[in-house]
């Protein structure tokens, strides 16, 4: 990968997101392809590989979780969807159909870029086995299981740490809260949203520098948590107005 | 028959031991009990075997001479040709007596499960309780799958999808094509389908399509059966519409499909609008943080400015078109939070960080409390309207200025306090601050806005259980607003079952 720039397919209706896509990525060093339809995507992203898919949900012809589903079935290949606001059971939905995460419309390009690298490094991180997670001043190390912040190790319970782990595997990456819940206290619980806040909240005052304005452990409104990527830029992206 | 001659037979026995033991001469009387018995139990038929055998049993064993059927006296001829005259007479008496009596029992049930549906339909308050009643009572007492269908859309929707895998394609198709003007085909549809099963399919009320289609399986009965179904069918219709008509159905069932409809468009024309409004923001915006991570640009602090300024321009933008999307959901229908237990960090957080970009001039100044109980509330409207108040604290305050967001928690509520040192308020202000479409007159020329946003705040609060209010020392002292959320339970006790104490 090192010799070859990065490729993604932009999926999108509207010619001009498409162009400011493309600078974007171009700028960052992909290869850019354009695809306008769901069937045009499908068929072009059957023909050559990608490192990166981002689909928009608004397509004429096809409805985003049909996408999803149907680039999951014989794919990998990370996926990042485009959504509007208001539209969160839709986001939920097409997280645990497969896609790696979101972000909401209008977007600034180093949100998405942290995205759609957050979900790339993943793949690259599970092709190689490697288990030990550095996300920003976090480190998680799987053996012998430990955390530590800043070079500091801390102590979690269980809980904590299965939350952490379970962030971390998709770190930078959102993962929603129904698989949250599901993961750490079972199927039964998918209701009881309140455990989760309040494990989140403990977490938090374990690793954050101040828990009240996380930067490590962020909430994804709505929808779940992520681990925010040690590489993003937040300051340069606009901020994600989603809700 | 059979049943009859043994009656006739047994009857003959008895009589040939018992008559010459009592000496008996009139035995002739005897034989129209059985006559009497078959006619009531077995009609016409069974009275006219029983005569016969009668007459024959007569003749052989007890008229003179005896064993042969011979009849030598001539009284006993006419004693026979007088048997044979009652025997018809009773047996038709009793046949009809018998039919009559039938035709009354089966009077009376109907009669009595009318009653029951005219109970039912007495105590139905809706449309929709009185299809049920119709529809129950047509089930059970035709012993068939009856289907009520309460408009023209419902039989559509119900026909085209498949509700019911028991009704066949053809007539599913036959209901979704039932003519909407009602009066022009009321007769009785019935189609042989490919099962041999036949239907009827016909408008609840001949002159009012609104009242719906009602679709009964008639299965492989007789024609004579299917007449009567249906004449039973059309008096239980006739008294619904009458009902009907009475509880002024039609025009609440033409109202609500309206509302519908128009609810339908509304949500076609928000999601349009929406749609083509955001899409060139979402270029522009893509555009100008691109823009702004050039290096060259970045460099030079005038151009790096105005892509800042193009970026905050679409950010307000992209607000305004939030306020009124939401600003016609909440005149539309209403505001439905969809609760959920929510963090107020979070909350603040999230409505914080969309103001902060657009007033980087601004100070925010966070006040949490680390130990805040969770809200139970929607946590997007919630979010929302704090953005749309603390919006507007740094709209009305100078750049340089301080807003100050605290959380606080009180027994039973958790409060959420803006406080800013801008404009303040005035008494009209303050009165009127939370109306649709209100402007501060002092505002109106200085700076733009829709008088939508504080408006919609109230709504989302309210709609989530708050309060919201404002109070300020007076023009150019500041503002400060509380939001309250009351307590539901506090969950935090809960949680302890679950959250294993021990450390790794």
């Not at chain 2, 009185?130 to 269908?149: D, P």
């Not at chain 2, 939401?326 to 969309?354: F, H, L, M, Q």
Request: overall charge negative; hydrophobic content about 40%.
């Amino acid at each position: 990968m090192s010799e070859l720039p990065p490729t993604v397919l932009i999926v999108d209706d509207e010619a001009m997101i498409r162009r400011s896509l493309r600078a974007g990525f171009e700028l960052e060093g992909f290869a850019v392809d354009e695809a306008e339809t769901g069937a045009e995507a499908i068929r072009s992203a059957r023909l050559k590989p990608r490192d990166l898919i981002t689909v928009d949900l608004g397509l004429p012809d096809m409805d985003g979780a049909e996408i999803v589903k149907h680039l999951r079935s014989w794919s990998n290949v990370p996926l990042i969807v485009l959504s509007v606001r208001a539209n969160e059971s839709e986001k939920v939905r097409l997280l645990e159909l497969g896609a790696d995460d979101y972000v909401v419309k209008p977007f600034g390009m180093a949100e998405l870029l942290a995205r759609a690298r957050a979900a790339m490094r993943r793949r690259v991180r599970t092709s190689t086995g490697q288990t030990d997670i550095t996300v920003g001043d976090l480190t998680i190390q799987a053996d012998p299981r430990g955390v530590s912040v800043r070079g500091d190790r801390v102590a979690l319970t269980p809980k904590e740490y299965r939350l952490l782990q379970l962030l971390a595997q998709h770190a930078g990456n959102a993962v929603t809260r129904q698989n949250l819940l599901k993961e750490i206290w079972g199927p039964d619980h998918l209701a009881d949203t309140h455990y989760l806040r309040m494990l989140v909240r403990k977490l938090r005052q374990k690793i954050e520098v101040d828990p009240m304005q996380p930067s490590i452990l962020v909430t994804a409104p709505n929808v779940g948590y992520r681990l925010a990527g040690g590489e993003s830029h937040e300051q340069d992206s606009v901020p994600t107005s989603p809700t | 028959m059979v049943a009859a001659l043994t009656l006739v037979a047994a009857l003959s026995l008895f009589l040939l031991v018992v008559a010459p033991i009592f000496n008996l001469e009139r035995v002739t009387i005897f034989f129209l009990v059985p006559i009497l018995v078959s006619a009531t139990r077995w009609g016409t038929v069974g009275a006219l075997a029983c005569s016969i055998g009668g007459v024959a049993s007569l003749a052989f064993f007890f008229y003179p001479p005896r064993f042969s059927f011979y009849v030598a006296d001539p009284d006993h001829i006419v004693n026979l040709i007088l048997f044979v005259g009652i025997a018809l007479l009773t047996s038709h008496l009793a046949g009809s007596l018998k039919r009559q009596a039938a035709e009354l029992s089966r009077r009376e049930k109907e009669t009595r499960e009318l009653y029951q549906l005219s109970r039912h339909l007495a105590l139905a308050h809706s449309a929709s309780e009185i299809y049920e009643a119709v529809q129950n009572h047509l089930t059970s007492s035709l012993h068939r799958k009856v289907m009520l269908f309460r408009s023209e859309t419902d039989a559509k929707a119900r026909g085209d999808s498949c509700v019911d895998p028991g009704i066949p394609e053809l007539i599913r198709r036959g209901i979704s094509a039932m003519p909407p003007g009602g009066g022009h085909d009321s007769r009785d549809t019935i189609m042989d389908t490919a099962s041999g099963t036949s239907w009827l399919v016909r408008p609840i009320s001949p002159t009012k399509a609104e009242f719906g289609v009602i679709a009964v399986d008639l299965g492989t009965k007789k024609s004579s059966e299917i007449e009567a179904m249906k004449r039973q069918i059309e008096s239980v219709l006739a008294y619904v519409e009458t009902t009907l008509n009475h509880l002024n159905v039609d025009r609440a069932i033409r109202e609500a499909e309206l509302r519908a409809e128009t609810d339908r468009l509304r949500e076609a024309l928000i999601g349009s609008v929406s749609h083509e409004l955001r899409s060139p923001l979402t270029s522009i915006l893509c555009s100008a943080s691109i823009l702004r991570a050039v290096p060259a640009l970045a460099a030079d602090t005038r151009l790096a400015g105005l892509v800042d300024a193009i970026r905050q321009e679409a950010e307000r933008h992209n607000n305004d078109i939030q306020n009124l999307l939401d600003a016609s959901r909440i005149s539309s229908r209403g505001v439905k939070p969809e609760y959920e237990w929510c963090d107020p960090t979070d909350i603040v957080n999230a409505a914080t960080e969309r103001v902060r970009l657009r007033y980087s001039d601004r100070h925010l100044k966070m006040n949490l409390q680390g130990d805040v109980p969770l809200l139970f509330v929607d946590s997007m409207l919630t979010e929302q309207a704090l953005m749309q108040v603390i919006d507007n604290a740094a709209k009305y305050s100078s750049s340089d200025s301080t807003i100050e967001i605290t959380t606080q928690a009180g027994d039973d509520k958790v409060r959420l306090v803006i406080k800013d040192q801008g404009a303040g308020l005035t008494e009209a202000e303050k009165a009127g601050m939370w109306n649709q479409f209100f402007r501060g007159h002092r505002h109106t020329l200085s700076s733009a806005g829709s008088g939508l946003g504080l408006w919609v705040a109230h709504a989302f609060v309210t709609a989530n259980g708050g309060t919201i209010q404002a109070a300020s020392e007076g023009e150019g002292r500041g503002t400060t607003v509380s939001i309250e959320f009351p307590l539901v339970r506090r969950p935090e006790e809960g949680l302890m079952q679950f959250e294993d104490a021990s450390h790794e």
